[in-house]
């Protein structure tokens, strides 16, 4: 065996594998209902032929260090043909103990359901079932193979036309409904839950062809330098306006729904951006930030709640009389949570790193304990929380609605940006890099490392309060089921995936970590499955976040480092060992 | 020329040297010509027809465009009839469903997470009612006047975030006509029922149970459910412990959500108001596996019955432990979040469980029994997965019945008037369904008058008939 | 630094004399160590819980800690050699107890469990822990390898991910419901010491947990590998020169973290009988906790937090709130636990048995 036909038939096996766990956790069967093009092709096949496809292809690329290229097609048919068999072989031998030794497989493997051995077996015998398996596995790793032979414009051509496609048809009910919304015609486009015919090859079409264009000038950017008047530096100026532009109309082009998450997005931008402040700048990992979030929420509600809470049906008095206006209740409730912020941050000044994790998060989990309890039901109205929080007065404009809110929280998500950015070159900020990179030596260099750690703890805690209190004015409630430590995680995972203390990156990070869950809808019970392993795929891609902060990205580089070790996927690193 | 160099250092020839299928040496040699020459050729001939193609592909845009817009619902013109004058009348306007467009329902349960169970039940009920409306089960929906009845469902998420994404998403459809939920009470109250009730859609809810929804201060005009007001099922397990029972002390714990913080303090209620004495109200924390510091607790001040209406993971944890704690005297009950078979094996005999009088319900119990059931183990396979399939099938009848009332046809396009949609299901009266008769009160409760039963874990399973059934009416 | 106003370091002048923050720091400490006594002296003089209810409480609390004891040994030994925190680690404690749970009902069918509960016992410890150090060893090397030298933030975050993915991994395999363990009729009931009543279970978690702690430190403090594990923790550059195989002694570590908590995934079933998918979070939650409390790094620190925290949630609450007229003290066991750990590190910044300056920032 030669070592190309070794290295074929792991990633064949591999391959096969991941088939075989997408089909026992169940996702083969429920994506089987989900059509990509209506009574054409469904989600389950497509996911099929792309993993056989996929390691087909990583199966021809060639090796690390110069290693010699492979004969490519052949080693993306062994693939894909290993792929196929292992999956055909599992399902035989499965049948085998289900009719053959009756086990009853499915009492544990529950996902292990009969339309799944169909699915598997295209409805025939086993063994044919096997063999048709093997057969797609070796038709899709031929084909992904193929894909070396082509030029790098085809290629990326049709890898891009037909991301599109998929993406299209999985996102196809919320763009019908957009499209509905808009009075814009779409039977040709969208049947039900899938594409039409027409419609995947009008995507396919657009979006290769769309692909090809920029090849031919070179990228968007050069498409637009090439326009009379424009140079670099203009055309920045150019983007920043019709980026503005862009983030003004658009809950007017998506509809509510979408603009209800943009509101929620913007939120965790406002969360982030606080929380890149304690992280990021001053170098205190604080896993309670949630505490602050709640504490916002539950100030507002408390000043300006109408009525409070119900309990068996009888209507008590208001914790507070209400009715504050919400501009002044956002002061006092910033005011409150600086006063938390230094008194959480005050007795732990001493502890480092990880010890001042989890004491943190102790009092995200203390205040939620809080909230929730009998002890203080009558303040915070314990599990049934607090209603009717007035809506933020503006204008007399319905700001419960998603599109009008959007404005307000991308106001006040854009003053905590400019402050973020202020923050971080001034004296401050200086004091909390050096901090961060060395608490002793910053202390020598005259640094108060006590009041800047305050300050940082205060900072952060003013801006996550601020993101609270919309969200109890945009929900109308406030209630504890809302201020878990996976609030926490999340603004955590927001910070350090769009790069330790870059502050674009707490806004990408936001989108993709809010938005797309939300977009995930369409995966229905596998939603946070996925989330889960599109967080490590990202980490492990761009271990450095996806726009990093550029002193940190130096500091990453360094030679010692070798970060480019780790750029690299799981499949390089192989030769690290 | 320029542009050509960058682009081809910047994007091929990395690119190239990982993936060109000739070996090294070669392809340095022969590449950069190769490719330059080739490329040239390609952008040559695509220059040419750039302009035919552009024109082609808008054309084909266009056409296909045309081609299906004469039977969107949302472009006027083909359609002749116009909208009736009541759509004009009404506050919020119409749904228009055009001929060969479906009518489409929402559904609003909690399909994620631990409490996914009782949301999944409820979609099932719904399921089966569009099926069955026509009086047979045929895994075909009914239609009405000539369009197909299809069901959207969306995740509650059983907390208020999840209810209000949910609830924005279904708004933003304006084909929705009415939608089924929320499941959990902290999804609907001041979220989902105010969205939706904002754009006229109608929300009718087959479990939830907090008083809020329903109170004169706090509901929402286009809000009503089917399910039973906690009122009422605190009151029916108060009279089962004080009267059938004959215990005169009781503790509750709830876990701090709030259907369980709700029903403790309604029992509490009714139990004092009996004359009994509540020796102490506990809480729990979800998550949690050790009760024994809480059953201490209670164990100090003796009583003789133990309410905990609370879930599934922490319940069975806390009846084991409690059955070792407080020994066999004291009597433990619990609610309908704890139907279900793991509970029955985990928990064991000789507990209680109270819910909805799925044994005999009041309505038409041949139709449970003989048809609904064993078609809910045929499709779904299993016994139902929580207790409120049945209500939500009521839902989705009253729903439906509430349309064929107001739905106007027009020159083919159906009109469905959305507070006249509203002010049909406030009308329901006297509605014959699984659960009961159903007459819906002016604060949305459609359910005032219930039957609740206290059922006996036995063998491991729920007894088929109830220990105590009790008939409960709000005021 | 030379332009700091006469009033900036007048202010220093006065920290540096008057210790501000210690004088605060003493002051709440006393606050709530007064709240606390006056709390435990008004429960005790009411007399609701009678001595033996106190005993039983402190043994269930201990029985409890030496899960959460056995757990944060596997953060603790990770955390001494790589810095990170393995916050997946509860989901490889759920992942074995899960997959025991199979073979446990397929036992319980045979009468196995039964007729030889030592050997079944056995086989569910050995199914178990070989099934976590699976999934430990998998995680390593998918979501940890391929980023060692990247920042400690970063490895946090795939843990999240991998925690959620492997929750639902097993949800899809093994289906959502919560499962009931069958019972070991060996195990129940109680045994008499001296004349005091003790459940089986808890006093087998105990001495289970008591053995698994003394392997671990025969293997750490006294094997070749041990010692390399503490060598790779010092410093990895080193220690590769000297030749120790780096990432074979990683790899190890993973695998006897997950090991362990295979082990005491089956030590808490014999407590709660029960498995579910999220089954590991909370678990892996409180023995984080535990960890850092004892001092995170340190083996026996590990057990003393475990320990420790497992007494409080039990015995706390009821001792420290119910007297002082608390409603529902038990809902307010995260403020007495995690109380307790800042106070605790307020004063001892690194744990029990912790070095107070660890090498580590974020």
């Not at chain 1, 002193?551 to 390089?572: F, G, I, T, W």
């Not at chain 3, 400490?29 to 606390?36: F, N, R």
């Not at chain 3, 002296?41 to 004891?69: D, H, K, M, P, Q």
């Given at each position: 065996?030669?070592?190309?036909?070794?290295?074929?038939?792991?990633?064949?096996?591999?391959?096969?594998?991941?088939?075989?766990?997408?089909?026992?956790?169940?996702?083969?069967v429920a994506f089987d209902a989900r059509a990509i093009i209506t009574n054409?092709?469904n989600f389950a096949?497509?996911?099929?032929?792309?993993?056989?496809?996929?390691?087909?292809?990583?199966?021809?690329?060639?090796?690390?260090?110069?290693?010699?290229?492979?004969?490519?097609?052949?080693?993306?048919?062994?693939?894909?043909?290993?792929?196929?068999?292992?999956?055909?072989?599992?399902?035989?031998?499965?049948?085998?103990?289900?009719?053959?030794?009756?086990?009853?497989?499915?009492?544990?493997?529950?996902?292990?359901?009969?339309?799944?051995?169909?699915?598997?077996?295209?409805?025939?015998?086993?063994?044919?079932?096997?063999?048709?398996?093997?057969?797609?596995?070796?038709?899709?790793?031929?084909?992904?193979?193929?894909?070396?032979?082509?030029?790098?414009?085809?290629?990326?051509?049709?890898?891009?036309?037909?991301?599109?496609?998929?993406f299209g048809a999985l996102g196809a009910p919320l763009f019908k409904v957009m499209l509905d919304g808009m009075h814009i015609p779409n039977r040709w486009l969208f049947d039900r839950d899938g594409l039409t015919?027409?419609g995947?090859?009008?995507?396919?079409?657009?979006?290769?062809?769309?692909?090809?264009?920029?090849?031919?000038?070179?990228?968007?950017?050069?498409?637009?330098?090439?326009?009379?008047?424009?140079?670099?530096?203009?055309?920045?100026?150019?983007?920043?306006?019709?980026?503005?532009?862009?983030?003004?109309?658009?809950?007017?082009?998506v509809n509510d729904f979408v603009s209800d998450v943009?509101?929620f997005?913007?939120?965790?931008?406002?969360?982030?951006?606080?929380?890149?402040?304690?992280?990021?700048?001053?170098?205190?990992?604080?896993?309670?930030?949630?505490?602050?979030?709640?504490?916002?929420?539950?100030?507002?509600?408390?000043?300006?709640?109408?009525?409070?809470?119900?309990?068996?049906?009888?209507?008590?008095?208001?914790?507070?009389?209400?009715?504050?206006?919400?501009?002044?209740?956002?002061?006092?409730?910033?005011?409150?949570?600086?006063?938390?912020?230094?008194?959480?941050?005050?007795?732990?000044?001493?502890?480092?790193?990880?010890?001042?994790?989890?004491?943190?998060?102790?009092?995200?989990?203390?205040?939620?304990?809080?909230?929730?309890?009998?002890?203080?039901?009558?303040?915070?109205?314990?599990?049934?929380?607090?209603?009717?929080?007035?809506?933020?007065?503006?204008?007399?404009?319905?700001?419960?609605?998603p599109q009008?809110?959007?404005?307000?929280?991308?106001?006040?998500?854009?003053?905590?940006?400019?402050?973020?950015?202020?923050?971080?070159?001034?004296?401050?900020?200086?004091?909390?890099?050096?901090?961060?990179?060395?608490?002793?030596?910053?202390?020598?260099?005259?640094?108060?490392?006590?009041?800047?750690?305050?300050?940082?703890?205060?900072?952060?805690?003013?801006?996550?309060?601020?993101?609270?209190?919309?969200?109890?004015?945009?929900?109308?409630?406030?209630?504890?089921?809302?201020?878990?430590?996976?609030?926490?995680?999340?603004?955590?995972?927001?910070?350090?995936?769009?790069?330790?203390?870059?502050?674009?990156?707490?806004?990408?990070?936001?989108?993709?970590?809010?938005g797309l869950p939300e977009l995930l809808r369409e995966f229905g019970e596998f939603r946070?499955?996925i989330?889960?392993?599109?967080?490590?795929?990202?980490?492990?891609?761009?271990?450095?976040?996806?726009?990093?902060?550029?002193?940190?990205?130096?500091?990453?580089?360094?030679?010692?480092?070798?970060?480019?070790?780790?750029?690299?996927?799981?499949?390089?690193?192989?030769?690290?060992? | 020329?320029?542009?050509?160099?960058?682009?081809?250092?910047?994007?091929?020839?990395?690119?190239?040297?990982?993936?060109?299928?000739?070996?090294?040496?070669?392809?340095?040699?022969?590449?950069?010509?190769?490719?330059?020459?080739?490329?040239?050729?390609?952008?040559?001939?695509?220059?040419?027809?750039?302009?035919?193609?552009?024109?082609?592909?808008?054309?084909?845009?266009?056409?296909?465009?045309?081609?299906s817009?004469?039977s969107d619902g949302d472009?006027?013109?083909?359609?002749?009839?116009?909208?009736?004058?009541?759509?004009?009348?009404?506050?919020f306007g119409c749904v228009e469903v055009a001929s060969g467009d479906p009518i489409k329902i929402g559904s609003l349960l909690v399909t994620t997470g631990?409490n996914s169970s009782l949301g999944l039940d409820s979609q099932y009920g719904i399921e089966m009612a569009l099926d069955y409306a026509d009086?047979?089960f045929d895994d075909t929906n009914i239609t009405i006047q000539g369009h197909d009845v299809v069901l959207v469902p969306e995740d509650d998420g059983c907390s208020a975030e999840g209810g209000t994404a949910g609830a924005n998403k279904l708004a933003a459809d304006t084909q929705i006509v009415a939608v089924i939920g929320t499941s959990c009470?902290?999804a609907a109250?001041?979220t989902a029922d105010k969205i939706l009730g904002d754009k006229g859609v109608t929300l009718i809810s087959p479990s939830n149970?907090?008083?809020?929804?329903?109170?004169?201060?706090?509901?929402n005009?286009f809000y009503f459910r089917t399910a039973?007001?906690?009122?009422?099922?605190?009151?029916?397990?108060?009279?089962?412990?004080?009267?059938?029972?004959?215990?005169?002390?009781?503790?509750?714990?709830?876990?701090?959500?709030?259907?369980?913080?709700?029903?403790?303090?309604?029992?509490?209620?009714?139990?004092?108001?009996?004359?009994?004495?509540?020796?102490?109200?506990?809480?729990?924390?979800?998550?949690?596996?050790?009760?024994?510091?809480?059953?201490?607790?209670?164990?100090?001040?003796?009583?003789?019955?133990?309410?905990?209406?609370?879930?599934?993971?922490?319940?069975?944890?806390?009846?084991?432990?409690?059955?070792?704690?407080?020994?066999?005297?004291?009597?433990?009950?619990?609610?309908?979040?704890?139907?279900?078979?793991?509970?029955?094996?985990?928990?064991?005999?000789?507990?209680?469980?109270?819910?909805?009088?799925?044994?005999?319900?009041?309505?038409?119990?041949?139709?449970?029994?003989?048809?609904?059931?064993?078609?809910y183990?045929?499709k779904y396979?299993?016994?139902?997965l929580s207790?409120f399939h049945?209500h939500a099938w009521d839902a989705a009848n009253i729903v439906l019945g509430a349309i064929e009332?107001v739905a106007?046809?027009?020159?083919?396009t159906l009109y469905i008037p959305r507070s006249g949609l509203r002010?049909a299901i406030?009308?329901?009266?006297?509605?014959?369904?699984?659960?009961?008769?159903?007459?819906?009160?002016?604060?949305?409760?459609?359910?005032?008058?219930?039957?609740?039963?206290?059922?006996?874990?036995?063998?491991?399973?729920?007894?088929?008939?109830?220990?105590?059934?009790?008939?409960?009416?709000?005021? | 630094?030379?332009?700091?106003?006469?009033?900036?370091?007048?202010?220093?002048?006065?920290?540096?004399?008057?210790?501000?923050?210690?004088?605060?720091?003493?002051?709440?400490?006393?606050?709530?160590?007064?709240?606390?006594?006056?709390?435990?002296?008004?429960?005790?003089?009411?007399?609701?819980?009678?001595?033996?209810?106190?005993?039983?409480?402190?043994?269930?609390?201990?029985?409890?800690?030496?899960?959460?004891?056995?757990?944060?040994?596997?953060?603790?030994?990770?955390?001494?050699?790589?810095?990170?925190?393995?916050?997946?680690?509860?989901?490889?404690?759920?992942?074995?107890?899960?997959?025991?749970?199979?073979?446990?009902?397929?036992?319980?069918?045979?009468?196995?469990?039964?007729?030889?509960?030592?050997?079944?016992?056995?086989?569910?410890?050995?199914?178990?822990?070989?099934?976590?150090?699976?999934?430990?060893?998998?995680?390593?090397?998918?979501?940890?390898?391929?980023?060692?030298?990247?920042?400690?933030?970063?490895?946090?975050?795939?843990?999240?991910?991998?925690?959620?993915?492997?929750?639902?991994?097993?949800?899809?395999?093994?289906?959502?419901?919560?499962?009931?363990?069958?019972?070991?009729?060996?195990?129940?009931?109680?045994?008499?010491?001296?004349?005091?009543?003790?459940?089986?279970?808890?006093?087998?978690?105990?001495?289970?947990?008591?053995?698994?702690?003394?392997?671990?430190?025969?293997?750490?403090?006294?094997?070749?590998?041990?010692?390399?594990?503490?060598?790779?923790?010092?410093?990895?550059?080193?220690?590769?020169?000297?030749?120790?195989?780096?990432?074979?002694?990683?790899?190890?570590?993973?695998?006897?973290?997950?090991?362990?908590?295979?082990?005491?995934?089956?030590?808490?079933?014999?407590?709660?009988?029960?498995?579910?998918?999220?089954?590991?979070?909370?678990?892996?939650?409180?023995?984080?906790?535990?960890?850092?409390?004892?001092?995170?790094?340190?083996?026996?620190?590990?057990?003393?937090?475990?320990?420790?925290?497992?007494?409080?949630?039990?015995?706390?609450?009821?001792?420290?709130?119910?007297?002082?007229?608390?409603?529902?003290?038990?809902?307010?066991?995260?403020?007495?636990?995690?109380?307790?750990?800042?106070?605790?590190?307020?004063?001892?910044?690194?744990?029990?048995?912790?070095?107070?300056?660890?090498?580590?920032?974020?």
């Open positions: 065996m030669t070592p190309e036909l070794r290295r074929s038939v792991r990633q064949g096996l591999i391959g096969g594998a991941v088939v075989l766990y997408l089909a026992s956790v169940g996702m083969l054409v092709v096949t497509v996911l099929i032929v792309i993993t056989f496809a996929a390691f087909g292809y990583l199966a021809g690329r060639p090796g690390k260090g110069g290693e010699p290229a492979q004969p490519f097609l052949l080693a993306g048919a062994v693939t894909g043909a290993v792929a196929g068999a292992t999956v055909g072989v599992v399902a035989v031998l499965v049948d085998f103990l289900i009719t053959g030794l009756e086990w009853d497989v499915r009492s544990m493997w529950t996902s292990v359901s009969p339309t799944l051995m169909e699915l598997l077996s295209f409805g025939q015998s086993p063994i044919v079932g096997a063999l048709l398996m093997t057969l797609l596995g070796f038709t899709a790793g031929l084909a992904a193979g193929s894909l070396h032979l082509a030029t790098t414009i085809t290629r990326k051509v049709i890898l891009l036309g037909l991301m599109a496609f998929v015919i027409t995947a090859i009008v995507l396919f079409a657009a979006f290769g062809l769309a692909r090809l264009g920029s090849f031919r000038v070179g990228g968007p950017r050069q498409a637009l330098l090439k326009v009379p008047g424009t140079s670099e530096k203009n055309l920045r100026w150019v983007i920043s306006v019709l980026a503005l532009l862009g983030i003004a109309v658009l809950p007017w082009i943009l509101g997005v913007g939120l965790y931008i406002l969360l982030g951006l606080g929380l890149n402040i304690v992280v990021g700048f001053a170098g205190l990992l604080d896993l309670g930030y949630v505490a602050f979030y709640a504490v916002g929420a539950y100030s507002v509600a408390i000043l300006t709640a109408r009525s409070s809470y119900l309990v068996g049906g009888s209507v008590t008095a208001p914790a507070v009389a209400g009715y504050t206006n919400f501009w002044v209740a956002v002061p006092i409730t910033i005011l409150i949570a600086v006063v938390i912020g230094v008194a959480i941050g005050a007795p732990v000044l001493r502890l480092r790193g990880d010890y001042l994790a989890i004491v943190t998060l102790g009092f995200g989990e203390i205040i939620r304990t809080l909230v929730l309890s009998d002890w203080l039901k009558a303040k915070f109205g314990g599990p049934q929380g607090l209603t009717e929080v007035a809506a933020v007065p503006f204008f007399g404009l319905n700001t419960r609605d009008i809110l959007y404005y307000l929280i991308y106001a006040f998500a854009g003053l905590a940006l400019f402050i973020s950015y202020r923050l971080k070159t001034s004296r401050v900020g200086r004091a909390w890099a050096a901090m961060r990179e060395d608490e002793d030596i910053a202390e020598g260099m005259g640094v108060s490392v006590i009041k800047y750690k305050l300050l940082a703890f205060a900072t952060g805690a003013a801006v996550g309060s601020l993101g609270g209190a919309f969200f109890a004015a945009k929900l109308s409630v406030a209630n504890p089921g809302s201020f878990t430590l996976l609030v926490s995680i999340n603004v955590l995972a927001v910070v350090v995936l769009g790069g330790i203390g870059s502050i674009p990156g707490v806004v990408v990070g936001s989108l993709v970590l809010v946070l499955h989330y889960g392993a599109i967080l490590i795929a990202i980490m492990i891609l761009k271990p450095e976040g996806l726009i990093p902060d550029k002193r940190r990205a130096l500091e990453l580089h360094q030679p010692d480092h070798q970060p480019e070790k780790s750029v690299l996927s799981a499949e390089a690193t192989e030769g690290i060992q | 020329m320029v542009r050509l160099e960058t682009w081809l250092g910047t994007h091929n020839v990395s690119r190239a040297s990982l993936h060109s299928p000739i070996p090294a040496r070669l392809r340095q040699q022969l590449w950069p010509q190769e490719r330059k020459l080739e490329r040239n050729r390609l952008l040559m001939k695509l220059k040419n027809y750039r302009g035919l193609m552009a024109l082609l592909v808008v054309l084909a845009l266009v056409a296909a465009a045309c081609g817009s004469d472009s006027d013109g083909s359609t002749n009839g116009g909208p009736p004058a009541v759509c004009a009348s009404d506050a631990p009086g047979t009470s902290s109250l001041g149970t907090s008083p809020a929804l329903t109170a004169e201060a706090t509901r005009p039973h007001n906690d009122t009422l099922q605190g009151a029916a397990v108060a009279e089962f412990a004080y009267n059938f029972e004959g215990v005169k002390t009781a503790a509750t714990i709830h876990d701090g959500s709030p259907y369980a913080e709700g029903l403790a303090n309604a029992f509490a209620a009714s139990f004092e108001a009996l004359g009994g004495t509540i020796t102490s109200q506990d809480a729990i924390q979800v998550g949690d596996t050790d009760f024994s510091g809480v059953l201490a607790s209670i164990q100090a001040e003796s009583p003789e019955l133990l309410y905990f209406p609370i879930f599934v993971g922490e319940g069975s944890l806390l009846v084991q432990q409690a059955k070792t704690t407080l020994g066999d005297s004291v009597v433990l009950t619990g609610s309908d979040g704890l139907w279900s078979d793991d509970f029955y094996a985990a928990a064991g005999d000789g507990v209680f469980l109270s819910g909805p009088d799925v044994s005999a319900f009041a309505g038409d119990a041949a139709l449970y029994k003989d048809i609904f059931l064993p078609r183990a045929e396979g299993s016994e139902p207790a049945a009332k106007v046809d027009s020159g083919g002010d406030a009308a329901t009266s006297g509605y014959t369904g699984i659960t009961g008769t159903l007459s819906c009160n002016g604060n949305g409760d459609c359910q005032p008058s219930a039957t609740i039963a206290v059922f006996e874990i036995v063998g491991g399973k729920q007894a088929a008939d109830p220990v105590f059934s009790v008939v409960k009416s709000l005021e | 630094m030379t332009t700091q106003s006469a009033a900036g370091s007048r202010y220093r002048l006065f920290l540096e004399r008057f210790p501000v923050r210690r004088f605060v720091l003493v002051l709440l400490a006393l606050v709530i160590a007064y709240g606390g006594a006056a709390g435990s002296i008004a429960t005790l003089r009411a007399g609701r819980f009678s001595g033996e209810v106190w005993a039983n409480l402190f043994i269930s609390g201990v029985a409890r800690g030496s899960v959460y004891a056995i757990i944060a040994l596997g953060y603790t030994l990770v955390y001494g050699i790589l810095f990170i925190i393995n916050f997946a680690h509860g989901e490889v404690f759920m992942a074995g107890a899960f997959t025991a749970y199979f073979v446990a009902v397929g036992l319980a069918s045979k009468g196995m469990l039964e007729s030889n509960p030592i050997i079944s016992i056995g086989i569910l410890f050995v199914v178990s822990s070989l099934v976590s150090m699976g999934v430990a060893i998998l995680l390593e090397r998918i979501a940890y390898r391929p980023l060692r030298g990247a920042p400690r933030l970063v490895p946090l975050i795939t843990a999240i991910g991998a925690s959620l993915f492997l929750q639902y991994t097993f949800r899809g395999f093994y289906g959502a419901n919560a499962r009931a363990y069958p019972t070991i009729p060996a195990i129940q009931g109680t045994w008499e010491i001296g004349s005091f009543p003790v459940q089986k279970v808890h006093l087998i978690s105990i001495l289970g947990a008591v053995a698994l702690w003394l392997v671990l430190f025969w293997i750490v403090e006294r094997t070749r590998v041990g010692r390399e594990m503490r060598a790779v923790g010092e410093d990895r550059e080193i220690a590769a020169l000297m030749g120790v195989d780096v990432d074979r002694t990683i790899v190890f570590t993973f695998g006897i973290g997950g090991a362990l908590a295979g082990a005491a995934g089956i030590l808490y079933v014999f407590l709660f009988n029960q498995v579910i998918f999220t089954m590991g979070f909370f678990p892996g939650l409180k023995a984080f906790t535990a960890a850092v409390l004892g001092g995170i790094g340190s083996i026996t620190g590990a057990a003393l937090g475990g320990l420790i925290l497992g007494i409080l949630e039990t015995v706390g609450p009821n001792l420290f709130l119910d007297g002082a007229g608390v409603p529902s003290p038990n809902q307010l066991i995260p403020i007495v636990a995690f109380g307790i750990l800042v106070l605790v590190l307020i004063f001892l910044p690194g744990g029990f048995l912790g070095a107070p300056d660890d090498k580590s920032r974020a």
